[in-house]
């Protein structure tokens, strides 16, 4: 029998609260936060108003007590940099699969 998983990502919904406390909400929630992650392997974070900005991502890992790295994809040229020394990337770029898929097509 499968072995049964939860659904992931796991989604956050930020309320009036949460955003009035700012960073202090992320450093009361971390140890829940990083128990998480291991059991989901992700968290969507939506409506948090910290995360909006470069330094508001830097002081969410630094409250919550993880280490910004580099992604996996940082060699590949898919993703460049918002931010190199917070580890902060934009999104991937389509515009190159989009490219690919299209040299692929028969």
Known sequence: MAKS???????????D?????????FEENADKI??????YGA??????D???SVPGYREFY???GL??????????GLRKF???????????RYVFFRRFDSMIQV
Do not use: Q, T
């Open 82 to 92: 918002a931010s190199e020394r917070d580890a902060l990337y934009e999104e991937v």
């Open 34 to 39: 990083k128990a998480d992650l291991l059991k």
């Open 50 to 52: 910290l995360m909006k």
């Open 67 to 76: 280490d910004p790295c580099l992604d996996p994809l940082h060699s590949s």
């Open 5 to 15: 998983v939860p659904h992931c990502p796991l989604e956050m919904r930020a309320s």
């Open 43 to 48: 968290i969507w974070f939506r409506g948090y």
């Open 62 to 64: 630094e409250r919550v």
């Open 17 to 25: 609260a949460d955003n009035a406390k700012g960073g202090d909400f």
